[in-house]
């Protein structure tokens, strides 16, 4: 089980050096990490002040869910610090919040798009990524191989919001800054990842794959949402007919 003092909080990066070894945060992983939890929360106020969730999916935020299950088990029997402990239950708790106000709150649930909010994450992605996790994982242990599946999950987690999207083609203010906000925290934890490694000599592998695939996911949105504030225009998407 590797050292988590040098994982990031959602958990990417990885630490092969003894734990007195581990190095402090760096101001690109906290950006990461406020640009995930500011996501998170814009989607949160979005949800409680319209109670409406047109156009959010939420099988993204149930995959979510699993990435935080995951990739968080370790809260049961190790302590990092309590910035590490109180991201982590705050990304679970909240996600969790999210899906029950989805599926069960009213009115919010009421205004769940489930049919336009049907891609099989359950029979194209769980199943590889399952997969993946037990492949590329660092050692064979119930926490390593959770590990590795969370990364792979998360890397294709923004594809069923990115669908429904693009079945809607005019995107909310909000919801595009939640989405832009996600892809903005990936982009961090890249210049995270260059950082540590000419400052730390750090390798992971497994991370920086699938972070990059998550990141290329965002690529088309970007151009679209960029182009929309650059124009001060509605995000609108190129969709399916």
Same mark, same amino acid.
Request: with cysteine.
């Given at each position: ?63 979510? !869910? @699993? ?7 370790? %809260?049961? $029997?190790? =302590? ?100 832009? !906000? @996600? ?7 890249? %210049?995270? $990842?260059? =950082? ?46």
């Amino acid at each position: 089980w590797q050292c988590d003092c040098c994982r990031s909080v959602d958990g990417v990066a990885a630490c092969e050096r003894p734990r007195s070894h581990c190095r402090n945060m760096n101001i690109f992983r906290l950006c990461g990490d406020m640009l995930h939890l500011t996501s998170i929360m814009m989607l949160i106020f979005k949800l409680q002040k319209s109670k409406s969730c047109v156009g959010v999916s939420c099988k993204m935020q149930e995959m979510y !869910a @699993m990435v935080f299950c995951c990739r968080y088990l370790d %809260l049961f $029997w190790s =302590y990092i610090s309590l910035y590490n402990s109180v991201m982590k239950i705050i990304f679970i708790t909240s996600t969790f919040y999210l899906i029950y106000m989805m599926r069960f709150k009213t009115p919010t649930c009421q205004t769940y798009e489930r049919a336009n909010d049907s891609f099989p994450h359950e029979l194209y992605l769980l199943g590889p990524c399952a997969l993946f996790g037990i492949l590329f994982t660092e050692a064979y242990s119930i926490p390593d191989v959770l590990w590795s599946m969370s990364i792979w999950l998360e890397s294709v987690a923004i594809l069923p919001q990115l669908v429904l999207m693009q079945r809607h083609k005019e995107v909310e203010n909000l919801t595009s800054h939640f989405v832009g !906000a @996600m892809g903005a925290y990936r982009a961090f934890y890249i %210049l995270n $990842w260059i =950082y540590r490694y000419f400052a730390e000599d750090y390798v992971n592998w497994i991370g920086w794959v699938g972070g990059l695939l998550q990141t290329g996911l965002y690529c088309d949105f970007f151009y679209y949402y960029a182009k929309s504030k650059w124009y001060g225009s509605k995000l609108v998407l190129p969709g399916a007919d």
